[in-house]
């Protein structure tokens, strides 16, 4: 046979093994996405090309004049890859742009018009009166055709993902594609150019580079997949190792049936395989030396990646940031084993849903976070189809082991940071209330002072009008720095808690005081007052504080014809309050600084009402939160939730 008939049995072989490694791959990472079934029945076209070619060529070295049912099989698995590998590729580049890329496509629809263009080939071929026998039978030219369709849609497709590549791995790939591509196209376009002039010898041999080529597409997806980690392939490792192992025991026994044939004169086919197949037996000790010293550095490469995991996984634990160390374990693991999902729970919620593999077609494992042998919380991880391997389950379990220590390690030192931060604020505060008490007492006589001489100039009946006018506006200015003056002191000051204190008498009284204001603004004040009394933990000063502050902010926010309302309730065991107006509402950048001490957005305001109202919260041991807008673009909400005193009785629930 000649030298081209044996490079395309080896073509046909080796293409069928990649495409079939592949299919397998694929099928073993399946994903609820339609770019992954697309991929899937573009890789089988191409597996059916050459598994058709494969069959052709061995009917013909077994028989030597192939059965006809052989040779129609053949053709027909052929003619079913030709005519699905044009529409296929065009729809495969568009999913991937769309769904791996995450780009918008805005002529989607013309991924099917490939897929019309088979269809009406296939119905004029049935309308010319052939069966399906007759359609489906391998046609070069037509099939020339469909490959040049194909691969100049790809090599176009090709290079403009290349150049809008977000990565490396993707460009190099895609290149590699695109290239292929170009040489495929001329090959095919050189093949029909020589089919019409009837070269056949030149047509044998670009049939042959085409084949070959052919090949390579394949190749390079296997290459970065397994490699590189294109697609996250590259993580199914117990699969890479299988199927080459499966392969090479297929290949085996094709060998052993083979030889028996050549020796079936001399020896009985059973004989011969049976002393092929029990000499492996003598391969073991070789094999074991090759693939002792791999696995060994495979095994000694993953312990290293695990380590250097916990390791790394460390260093964020000595941040003392818990929420950010688990939000970091949980990234940093899936990214190591490839996994689809990944969960910490600390503690663990029974009532939480368990974690689920994508669409429901891949594996779970659930590793528990044992201290002192209990349970503090669960590790949880997902694949997106293939089953966790061991190695990937061995080192979930180690790295649950090492989990609560970091997380002990992250929370003692956030408890150390956070103990230092506040002694240093109370240091500060302590300087801020000397200093605030010495200007005080530098600034209040002598404006007090100032004060009064004006006022005693005022009540003279012969005092010039433009006089009195300057003086009445020097007072109310020195009016305004001593409120200033006692805002300062009252913010450096400490409040004292622990007392029990009515907070709905003492919240009746404060609305009393400021509905005159809202009624000379010409705002609705609403106090919603439950039935029963609720004692708060706190003092009566820094509770006056509180709603002082917010009240005032609240009319002074809203517009004529407004409304302010203030609620008080029993809330899960706290006391509630809410203080709500219908102003303009506050921006979410300014939401983020409104207590900060000295920040205002009022011309003459001090900035320090609201930043009085955080630490006086603080103090008590409440929280207050801040919500804008409430309603149709408009308003804002601040609520607090204070503790309430022991031995209150349940009061107005909630």
């Not at 495969?92 to 263009?117: C, D, M, S």
């Not at 090599?155 to 977000?166: G, M, V």
Request: aromatic share 8%; hydrophobic share 45%; charged share 20%.
């Amino acid at each position: 046979m000649p030298s081209l008939f044996y490079i395309r049995l080896i073509s046909f072989t080796a293409g069928t093994l990649v495409y079939l490694f592949l299919l397998a791959l694929i099928l073993g990472h399946r994903r609820p996405r339609f770019f992954e079934r697309i991929l899937f029945f573009l890789i089988l076209s191409l597996f059916l090309i050459y598994a058709g070619g494969l069959l052709k060529i061995n009917a013909q070295i077994a028989y030597g004049s192939p059965p006809e049912v052989t040779l129609r099989f053949a053709e027909m698995l052929e003619t079913v890859g030709v005519l699905l590998v044009f529409p296929l590729t065009v729809h495969a580049h568009f999913k991937y742009r769309e769904q791996v890329r995450g780009e918008t496509i805005a002529w989607n629809w013309v991924t099917w018009l490939p897929y019309l263009a088979v269809v009406g080939y296939v119905g004029t071929k049935a309308l010319s009166g052939g069966g399906l026998l007759d359609v489906l039978r391998f046609d070069l030219q037509n099939a020339l055709i469909a490959l040049e369709l194909a691969t100049f849609a790809t090599a176009t497709l090709d290079s403009r993902i290349a150049r809008t590549a977000r990565g490396e791995v993707e460009r190099k790939f895609f290149l590699g594609m695109e290239a292929t591509s170009w040489i495929l196209f001329a090959i095919f376009l050189t093949m029909t150019t020589t089919f019409v002039q009837g070269i056949p010898k030149a047509s044998e041999a670009l049939e042959t580079a085409g084949l070959l080529l052919g090949i390579v597409p394949g190749a390079l997806l296997l290459y970065y997949a397994v490699r590189r980690n294109f697609l996250e392939y590259g993580a199914q490792r117990n699969l890479m190792y299988a199927l080459p192992v499966t392969f090479l025991a297929l290949l085996y026994l094709a060998l052993v049936r083979r030889v028996s044939g050549w020796l079936e004169p001399v020896v009985p086919p059973e004989a011969t395989a049976a002393v092929l197949l029990f000499s492996l037996i003598f391969l073991f000790e070789p094999l074991e030396r090759v693939i002792g010293p791999a696995l060994h550095r495979r095994f000694q490469e993953g312990l290293g990646g695990v380590q250097r995991l916990s390791v790394e996984l460390q260093q964020v634990a000595r941040q003392g940031n818990v929420a950010r160390l688990v939000t970091e374990a949980e990234k940093r693991i899936r990214e190591a084993f490839g996994l689809a999902d990944v969960r910490v729970s600390m503690p663990r919620d029974a009532a939480t849903k368990p974690l689920e593999a994508p669409g429901g077609l891949g594996h779970t494992a659930a590793v528990p976070l044992l201290k002192d042998g209990q349970e503090i919380g669960l590790l949880e991880a997902s694949s997106t189809g293939s089953h966790l391997t061991g190695e990937t389950t061995a080192a979930l379990g180690f790295l649950a082991e090492q989990l609560p220590g970091m997380i002990d390690l992250a929370r003692l030192i956030e408890d150390k940071l956070r103990l230092e931060r506040e002694l240093a604020e109370r240091e500060r505060m302590a300087s801020l209330g000397q200093m605030a008490a010495n200007v005080s007492h530098n600034l209040r006589n002598p404006l007090s002072s100032m004060k009064t001489v004006l006022q005693v100039q005022l009540e003279d009946p012969d005092l010039p009008v433009n006089v009195r006018r300057d003086s009445t506006l020097v007072v109310g200015e020195i009016d305004r720095m001593s409120t200033k003056l006692t805002q300062l002191l009252r913010y450096a000051k400490p409040s004292v808690g622990g007392q029990r204190v009515a907070a709905v008498a003492l919240a009746n009284q404060t609305a009393v005081l400021f509905r005159h204001d809202a009624d000379t603004r010409n705002v609705r004040f609403e106090f919603e007052r439950p039935t029963h009394e609720i004692y708060a933990l706190a003092s009566d000063e820094a509770l006056n504080e509180i709603l002082s502050n917010l009240i005032v902010n609240a009319i002074e926010a809203q517009t004529a014809g407004g409304r302010v309302r203030l609620s008080l309730s029993r809330y899960e065991g706290r006391l509630e309050i809410v203080v709500e107006d219908g102003g303009p509402g506050i921006s979410p950048e300014l939401r983020a600084k409104i207590f900060q001490p000295y920040f205002t957005t009022k011309p003459s305001g001090t900035g320090l009402g609201l930043s009085i109202v955080a630490r006086r919260v603080e103090e008590i041991g409440g929280t207050i939160s801040c919500e804008s807008p409430v309603r149709h673009g408009k308003g804002t909400r601040f609520r607090l939730m204070l503790p309430v005193a022991e031995g209150d009785g349940e009061g107005t629930t909630k």
